[in-house]
Every structure is written in structure tokens, then in C-alpha cells.
Antibody, heavy 119, light 109 residues
Framework: EVRLVESGGDLVQPGGSLRLSCAAS????????MHWVRQVPGKGLVWVSRLNSDGTITNYADSVKGRFTISRDNAKNTLYLQMNSLRAEDTAVYYC????????????WGQGTMVTVSS | EIVLTQSPGTLSLSPGERATLSCRTS???????LAWYQQKPGQAPRLLIY???SRATGIPDRFSGSGSGTDFTLTISRLEPEDFAVYFC??????????FGPGTKVDIK
């Protein structure tokens, strides 16, 4: 079964850091581009970041550029999102999603992990 | 950045009825790289339609997509009980950011 499982979400204070993980199984992880998307509960979806299959090309939303870093370990079939200098507006459910190529739709999503930034 | 607008915000229909959802983009979507996703409460989004009109694997044929340029439509021919959910459109063909529409909620009348 093709599966993505996020973890690492937590309650963190403003200015703090958190690293999210997305464990992939059931497919050849190293062949896919990966994305992070976030969603405030009850609100819309917001694209956060993208990483190509070998980890050499990254893109970020302006709202997280310079604070978040996307990376992957293809040997461990895992995608990461390092989140620094967290703000209240970063509070959301974070989903990872896979795409086959750069301009393909997001065909498989994880179940999400909740990040809450609050004092 | 391409801005997506969806209408209506909420669609109240009965099972068996036809649902027509609209997605408009602020610029023409290259290659018709427009997708539709379904999201139910507490669940992740699920890909329904890609390339404006192609159904994703396992999606019933009561779901269809159409449109090009800046105007796109998702049609559910006969609503089943499991179709009541929120639907998002997304453009994924241009450079980042890969923007989503605000969503249309289809609820039971």
C-alpha cells in the first residue's frame, strides 16, 4: 500500500523550532518530488515547499522562506521540514504529498500532523 | 502568483442531484494543469481530477472536469451520500507557488 505518514507536530512557543517528518512506504520514494502543504483547521490549503527527487532543487512560499528548510533522506524514505523562528500564523495541520514529476498533481497525501505555535 | 476563486462557497443539494462547481484563475493555467481535490472532515485531501479533465485512479465516473484557460468546472452528475465534502481546485503547472482555491462545501439540503 502506498502510504505517507507525518509525525513531529507539537505545541511550541513563538520563536521556537520543530522538525516534521514524513515517512514513505509502498513506492520508490527516491523517484518522486515531494511537497509540504498546510491547512488551518476549517480553512483552505496553502502550499509551503517543494523538493525534487534527489534533493537538489527546493522552492518555498514567501511566508516561510528563510525560516523553513525542506530536505529528504532517500535511504530512509523520509521527507523533512525543519521549521525555525515559528510564529502564531504557522499554526496548522501540515501535510506531505508526492508528485511524480515537477508539474504533476499531488496524487498521494499523508494524514497530516498538527503544529501549534502559542505561548 | 496565480489566484484561484471558487464559487459558490457552499452548495446545498440533495442526494441524486447534479453538482456544478466553478474555479476561476487570475491568469491562464499553462497546460491546463488544474486539479480538483475532495476533502472530508478529519481527512487529507484526495485527488479527483488532474489536467482539468482526467480522472485520477479509482475515481467514479460521476465526477468529471472541464474547462481551459481561466475557467474550470467540476461536475458531480448524481450526488452520492459520500460526496458531501469540501472541494478545492489547484493550479500546479506554473512556477511556485502552487496555489489552491478557497474551496466549495457541498452539503446536504
Amino acid at each position: 500500500e502506498v502510504r505517507l505518514v507525518e509525525s513531529g507536530g507539537d505545541l511550541v512557543q513563538p520563536g521556537g523550532s520543530l522538525r516534521l517528518s514524513c515517512a514513505a512506504s509502498g513506492f520508490i520514494f527516491s523517484g518522486y518530488w515531494m511537497h509540504w502543504v498546510r491547512q488551518v483547521p476549517g480553512k483552505g490549503l496553502v502550499w509551503v515547499s517543494r523538493l525534487n527527487s534527489d534533493g537538489t532543487i527546493t522552492n518555498y512560499a514567501d511566508s516561510v522562506k528563510g525560516r523553513f528548510t525542506i530536505s529528504r533522506d532517500n535511504a530512509k524514505n523520509t521527507l523533512y521540514l525543519q521549521m525555525n523562528s515559528l510564529r502564531a500564523e504557522d499554526t496548522a495541520v501540515y501535510y506531505c504529498a508526492r508528485v511524480w514529476r515537477a508539474n504533476d498533481p499531488f496524487d498521494i497525501w499523508g494524514q497530516g500532523t498538527m503544529v501549534t505555535v502559542s505561548s | 502568483e496565480i489566484v484561484l476563486t471558487q464559487s459558490p462557497g457552499t452548495l446545498s443539494l440533495s442526494p441524486g442531484e447534479r453538482a456544478t462547481l466553478s474555479c476561476r484563475t487570475s491568469q491562464s493555467v499553462s497546460g491546463n494543469y488544474l486539479a480538483w481535490y475532495q476533502q472530508k472532515p478529519g481527512q487529507a485531501p484526495r485527488l479527483l481530477i488532474y489536467g482539468a479533465s482526467s480522472r485520477a485512479t479509482g475515481i467514479p465516473d460521476r465526477f468529471s472536469g472541464s474547462g481551459s484557460g481561466t475557467d474550470f468546472t467540476l461536475t458531480i452528475s448524481r450526488l452520492e451520500p459520500e460526496d458531501f465534502a469540501v472541494y478545492f481546485c489547484q493550479q500546479y503547472g506554473s512556477s511556485p507557488p502552487f496555489t489552491f482555491g478557497p474551496g466549495t462545501k457541498v452539503d446536504i439540503k
